[in-house]
């Protein structure tokens, strides 16, 4: 994901947050990869999520669905906007979805980025916090 585009709100503050949830995320899935045993290094990371998604607790994203790196954007996005509109919106709510809709529109109009395919990875970037890295 060279060719970032951004919201008009996004400051370089969030681009040096996101390169830390980013490394916080790959870890993530390098860990899971190991579980299952691919030829990665085990990064101590929780396997809570992969083991509730693995027992059918969690629901596995459908087939289709952007991989973590096809859905870096969207991560990207959610996690920056919670730093610009945490302070107004403490929890995820139809005006803020309307309002980062309405953002996501605009910065990403092309049709493979729409963002009925992107919300729930927006909404995991939103959800995310620095304690997640440290699981």
Do not use: C
């Not at 951004?6 to 870890?27: C, G, I, L």
């Not at 190991?34 to 101590?44: K, M, S």
């Not at 403490?90 to 005006?95: E, F, I, K, L, R």
Request: hydrophobic share 25%.
């Amino acid at each position: 994901m060279d060719n970032k585009t951004n919201p008009q709100w996004w400051t370089k503050d969030y681009d040096s947050a996101w390169d830390r949830v980013k490394a916080a995320f790959a870890r993530d899935w390098d860990q899971t990869k190991q579980h299952f045993g691919a030829d990665v290094p085990d990064t101590d990371q929780n396997v809570v999520d992969t083991v509730s998604q693995a027992a059918g607790s969690d629901p596995i994203p459908p087939r289709g669905e952007p991989v973590r790196e096809d859905a870096e954007n969207a991560y990207r996005y959610g996690y920056g906007a919670k730093m610009h509109y945490g302070s107004k919106y403490n929890t995820w709510n139809d005006d803020l979805e309307s309002n980062l809709r309405s953002d996501w529109d605009t910065t990403y109009p092309s049709s493979q980025s729409t963002w009925d395919r992107n919300r729930d990875a927006v909404r995991r970037g939103w959800d995310y916090t620095d304690k997640d890295a440290n699981r």
